[in-house]
């Protein structure tokens, strides 16, 4: 393998002056995709989880249950296309969205579902006297999950969320399908224009771990920072994954 | 630690110098009485009809060659197997010596003959513009500020955006994941115009719903001489191959391939493509050469 590390140095002959440079910018474009969808994933997931577990509100139990099963059943790179394709045709004022905006929508739901399922079974694991103290202790239904439920939940499934948080950076490669220029389509198209394939894709899978590895290690402190002496699950010591 | 790094630089030098040796392919056909052919899975000169059957413009051209190499090494039987190759793994199969004759559409290019050496030019691919018949597009002019579509991974993006940058205009390009993406963005309106190898615009055109909806602009963005790939410092092959080359052109079988190919029904699907010779092919055919598309670039 001959090596030729000065492909990055060269001109692609547009808005960027190098590749290198254009390479950073597909990176943010990758950051930006993951960060915006997980935001929207983790704010709709744990909405949907929380509806999923509400006691006595059937027709919420059946919209969370609903939502979870039509976003996580659907391959995801069929949902982009879904979002992409078919529902502007259907729905013409969609058509003004950007490529941009339907991915960050199709991720963000598409793990949406998963992490409610996350929540659900989050809350479930905990015991069902929780729940009920709280409610004895005159809390309302908002209360009792504010200050008791969703705290201890969330610590338990944290582990799980990681991964998933993880998981949002390497899922949001499926961009480049609708035209947003981020890592994955910065590789497909400079291996074909500079035939250096090795070099580029390496770079591309380093700025991938990278990122990656970044929400691992900021999670796990955020794990270490939150937790609760006396109530992590046993054999856990905290911090790792 | 360090010591570790001059073992690593040394395994590394070690590993790179295979690749610089050249071999002798005619040798090694007579020996083993074989040949390795690289063809394509879907791409407008070579693709395949499944079961391991391969077809196309440039699958016709080496089946000629190959019975030229047959006749030159003087060999009572030659085993062809193919090897499918796709544009990321093409050129190291053929480096490595996995594929002798790579029979895929490779653009002749200054950074791939590095790699590689290319047989005689026997295609000159047209980059240009599809747009909607009735979309009162003439030239590129018309396009800027409009949404163009490209596919990722072709060199027409590149293209694009020198064009972008010479010009001084500004397009909002779309990219497809794949060429019946691109299309389908023209199609649905979310694309003004669709900018491809002209033959393959064609294709699109003629396999769509409605092919007198679209219309192929005269403007040419970008010429690339397409050509056969085989192994570098390797003359003699070369000259087999090439020599092969300028006989089909000489006694009309390459002409009569374009006529199979692009003017008449092609399987699998029985549509005609519709692509008259281009005078830019007719020109490389005229002149056999092993030009690369910079060449043709400082042409115009």
Redesign the interface.
């Given at each position: 393998?001959?090596w030729d590390w000065e492909v990055f140095l060269q001109d692609?002959?547009?808005?960027h002056a190098t590749y290198w440079q254009w390479l950073l910018s597909a990176w943010g474009w990758t950051l930006s995709v993951s960060l915006l969808a997980l935001a929207l994933a983790l704010l709709m997931g744990f909405v949907i989880g929380m509806l999923r577990t509400l006691p006595d509100r059937p027709g919420w139990v059946l919209f969370g249950t609903g939502w979870t099963e039509l976003f996580r059943n659907i391959p995801l790179l069929l949902q982009i296309f879904l979002w992409y394709?078919v529902i502007p045709?259907l729905i013409p004022p969609l058509?003004e969205l950007s490529?941009f905006t339907l991915v960050v929508l199709a991720l963000g739901f598409f793990t949406s579902a998963r992490i409610s399922e996350q929540v659900y079974s989050g809350i479930k694991a905990l015991p069902k006297g929780q729940r009920y103290a709280a409610l004895a202790m005159g809390m309302t239904t908002a209360q009792s999950y504010r200050y008791v439920l969703l705290p201890c939940a969330f610590r338990i499934i944290l582990p799980p969320l990681v991964n998933e948080m993880m998981g949002i950076v390497k899922n949001s490669s499926v961009a480049?399908?609708v035209?947003v220029?981020e890592l994955t389509?910065f590789a497909?198209?400079v291996?074909?224009?500079?035939?250096r394939?090795v070099e580029v894709y390496l770079a591309v899978t380093g700025l991938y771990i990278v990122s990656a590895l970044a929400i691992n290690r900021l999670m796990a402190w955020v794990e270490r920072h939150v937790q609760i002496p006396g109530l992590q699950l046993s054999g856990a010591a905290g911090g790792g994954h | 630690m360090k010591k570790h790094l001059h073992y690593l630089a040394l395994a590394m030098l070690t590993v790179s110098s295979p690749f610089a040796l050249a071999e002798d392919t005619l040798a090694k056909i007579k020996a083993s009485a074989s040949l390795t052919e690289g063809v394509r899975e879907s791409s407008g000169l070579s693709y395949t009809l499944g079961n391991g059957q391969y077809t196309g413009f440039h699958y016709d051209v080496c089946a000629n060659i190959i019975a030229d190499v047959k006749a030159h090494l003087g060999l009572a039987e030659l085993k062809v197997n193919y090897q499918p190759v796709t544009s990321q793994n093409r050129i190291p199969l053929v480096q490595n010596g996995t594929v002798d004759l790579e029979c895929g559409s490779t653009t002749n290019n200054i950074a791939r003959q590095k790699d590689v050496a290319f047989a005689l030019t026997t295609y000159v691919e047209e980059v240009k513009i599809a747009v909607k018949a009735d979309s009162g597009i003439t030239s590129i002019k018309d396009l800027a500020g409009k949404n163009i579509a490209t596919t990722t991974g072709t060199t027409s993006v590149q293209t694009l955006r020198k064009h972008e940058r010479a010009a001084g205009i500004d397009f909002k390009e779309v990219f497809g994941k794949d060429h019946a993406d691109s299309f389908l963005l023209l199609e649905s309106g979310r694309a003004d115009a669709f900018v491809m190898d002209g033959s393959i615009l064609a294709a699109n055109i003629a396999k769509s719903k409605t092919p007198a909806g679209f219309k192929i602009l005269s403007e040419v963005l970008a010429v690339e001489p397409i050509a056969i790939m085989l192994r570098k410092e390797d003359p003699a092959f070369k000259k087999v191959v090439d020599d092969s080359i300028k006989a089909q052109i000489k006694d009309g079988r390459l002409a009569k391939l374009w006529d199979k190919w692009f003017l008449q029904p092609i399987p699998p699907a029985n549509v005609t493509i519709g692509l008259p010779l281009s005078e830019a092919t007719k020109e490389a055919w005229a002149n056999p050469n092993d030009k690369p598309t910079e060449d043709y670039a400082a042409k115009k």
């Open positions: 393998m001959n692609p002959g547009g808005q394709h045709a058509k490529g480049f399908a035209s220029s389509m497909l198209q291996q074909e224009e500079t035939a394939g | -």
